[in-house]
């Protein structure tokens, strides 16, 4: 069931403490934020000691209110010698703050000195969407996934190994449901053996709660003014149904991904800023390409009503390819230029209006356009209004791969893969995949490998042997056809946004707008022709009527003609291979490899480093292996 997501505003209590009129509480004890942090938090968590000599330490926090506790544990982190070399953190918000209330409650709040680290997190601060939200901090040596949504309904939803729970929530007599035995069990499925806890309050339904989730509680003294505060020791003495799983452990952190395309360009990426190294393997890398090729193309997320599990992985992998792909933001590479969705009739329009009102989403994600509104932002006329995504991309294909793969970790080279084979690994009970040229050489191996090339996977892995024990859906996977037509941009205007429906026109590029695009089942191959160029302009015709008058006759035109990888359901499989440790296939991205690349690549990262899960479980299971 779909909840909309509630933004808080800031309000004051006495002496100037921040106050939600909400619950009827303030977010922290009026002796200081920051001190209250350090007594109850962190002492209370046996910080920072716990994570000293360690690779990686993760805290779940529920409440994250202003962030003033998440950044005194950073701050502490920063400022200790032996700290864990990752720190990742997760914390769930039912009602955050906009970034404009955010910034102007932290520099109050916040030491001045630090505002550095408040920077950091506000530059990188989500829109007010429900579901995950992953910040990298302080160059990815800390992580910050925020869990915006009701906790009663998010917390099942993660997938990590908690060592220390910061549990702070509103007063339990105020807020009962962010204490209830049903929560606490909820977490207690997350906790690492020996986790530890606490909390600010020492009420018996919060101390029996914890206690009924299989933790041993203690009462400490408290602080402002509270007698006495809540630790816990997770040492449960009953068998665990549920836990998480301990990250794998690997001789060397090498992985080979094959295909050089958007799907595999963004897991090698992914994994390089993990420090891991890389090895590309495909067939095409160094062939020269025809110009000008696949010109560009667009990443707009998808809307649906109930906010389906298809649109809340649309809006994940936007939201992280805007994230990982920062650094060519607004260059070159990538262009934030907007999009105009059309409604795909008249009679839509209010519908598509009635639906973002359902949906509350704010209005610097998405917000509802009138006819005359969707053409001002365009800059010609559209055929009727919609919606207007204002980070909707313009995104140059083949420049995003080469951006990607340009890391000193990575390796590209020329190479067919023709099948898989393994060996035992050099860590006890682990695997080594060999990758098998077309005469049986080994190409290379790893202790991973991604297999990302599109509608070729089918064939690899059966090469390799692994229908037997594999389902058949992946397997039927469909190569499907499909075109793009690039028109003078003198001739047809310019677009100043994406503008979007039934196909699509997007802004120019060296000249060129490129519209399209069309499906061809059942294809021998996949070439531009003067029909599709024709089922093109009929398209853009319908999306920009002013255009039609001026189309040209498609037998002069030029494009650009590729293959879809379409699995049943057009999601993808983003998943280890049952049975085959090791072994990852990121493949059916469909027509929407822009919007799954980032994701995937931070997906498959966060497995194989024991981070916590970017992605809810329910949205993992969504791209499983089917």
């Not at 077309?438 to 090469?463: F, I, K, W």
């Not at 399209?516 to 599709?532: K, L, R």
Request: with cysteine; net charge positive; aromatic share 8%.
């Amino acid at each position: 069931m779909f909840t909309p997501l509630i933004p808080s505003l800031p309000a004051f209590g006495p002496g100037g403490v921040p106050y939600s009129p909400r619950y009827g509480d303030i977010y922290h004890a009026a002796q200081g934020a920051i001190e209250q942090a350090r007594h109850v938090f962190l002492a209370g968590n046996g910080l920072p000691g716990r994570w000293q000599g360690r690779e990686r330490f993760t805290v779940c926090e529920t409440g994250f209110g202003l962030g003033l506790t998440f950044l005194t544990l950073w701050r502490a982190w920063r400022d200790d010698p032996r700290r864990c070399r990752r720190l990742h953190v997760v914390s769930v918000e039912a009602h955050p703050f906009s970034r404009e209330h955010l910034a102007a409650l932290l520099a109050a709040q916040w030491p001045a000195a630090w505002q550095d680290m408040a920077s950091q997190l506000l530059d990188q601060w989500p829109p007010l969407l429900p579901g995950l939200h992953r910040l990298d901090l302080d160059g990815g040596a800390v992580t910050l996934t925020l869990a915006f949504g009701l906790a009663e309904q998010i917390v099942p939803q993660l997938a990590l190994g908690a060592d220390a729970f910061f549990l702070d929530g509103f007063d339990p007599a105020r807020n009962p449901q962010m204490w209830s035995e049903g929560l606490m069990k909820a977490l207690a499925r997350l906790a690492v053996p020996d986790a530890t806890a606490a909390t600010w309050t020492s009420a018996g339904l919060v101390r029996r709660a914890l206690q009924a989730a299989g933790f041993e509680v203690e009462k400490r003294a408290g602080f402002g003014g509270k007698r006495h505060m809540t630790v816990a020791r997770f040492a449960p003495r009953f068998e665990r149904r549920h836990a998480p799983v301990a990250p794998s452990s690997f001789a060397e952190r090498h992985a080979v991904v094959l295909g050089a395309g958007i799907a595999g360009a963004g897991v090698a990426h992914a994994l390089a800023l993990r420090g891991w190294r890389v090895t590309v393997l495909d067939a095409a890398w160094g062939a020269p390409a025809a110009a000008p090729g696949h010109l560009a193309a667009a990443l707009t997320p998808l809307l649906a009503k109930d906010d389906s599990p298809r649109a809340r992985l649309s809006r994940a992998g936007a939201l992280r390819a805007a994230s990982r792909w920062a650094p060519w933001m607004d260059g070159d590479v990538v262009a934030r230029c907007g999009t105009v969705q059309q409604a795909k009739s008249d009679a839509a329009v209010d519908d598509m209006h009635a639906m973002l009102q359902v949906l509350g989403f704010p209005g610097d994600w998405v917000r509802a356009v009138t006819r005359d509104e969707a053409s001002a932002l365009a800059g010609c006329a559209t055929a009727r209004g919609g919606v207007f995504f204002p980070g909707g991309l313009r995104v140059r294909p083949r420049k995003l791969c080469a951006a990607l793969l340009a890391s000193p970790a990575i390796t590209v080279r020329a190479a067919l893969a023709a099948r898989l084979g393994s060996r035992p690994a050099d860590v006890p009970g682990g695997r080594c995949w060999q990758v098998m040229g077309q005469t049986g050489e080994v190409l290379t191996e790893a202790e991973v490998v991604v297999v990302a090339t599109a509608s070729d996977a089918p064939r690899l892995l059966a090469a390799s042997g692994f229908p037997a024990r594999s389902p058949a859906r992946f397997f039927e996977q469909k190569a499907i056809a499909g075109q793009i037509t690039l028109l003078p941009a003198p001739l047809a205007g310019e677009p100043r946004c994406v503008v979007a429906g039934d196909g699509y026109v997007l802004p120019p590029v060296d000249g060129w707008c490129v519209a399209g695009s069309t499906y061809v089942h059942d294809a021998a191959q996949a070439m531009p022709t003067a029909e599709g160029h024709a089922v093109n302009l009929g398209k853009v015709a319908r999306l920009l009527p002013g255009f039609a008058p001026s189309l040209p006759d498609p037998a002069g035109l030029t494009g650009w003609a590729g293959w879809r990888a379409v699995l049943p359901g057009r999601l993808p499989v983003i998943a280890e291979l049952p049975g085959a440790a090791g072994l990852w296939v990121a493949s059916g991205y469909a027509s929407r490899g822009l919007s799954w690349s980032a994701l995937a690549g931070d997906s498959i990262g966060a497995s194989l480093e024991g981070e916590p899960q970017i992605l809810e479980r329910d949205l993992v299971r969504t791209v499983g292996w089917r």
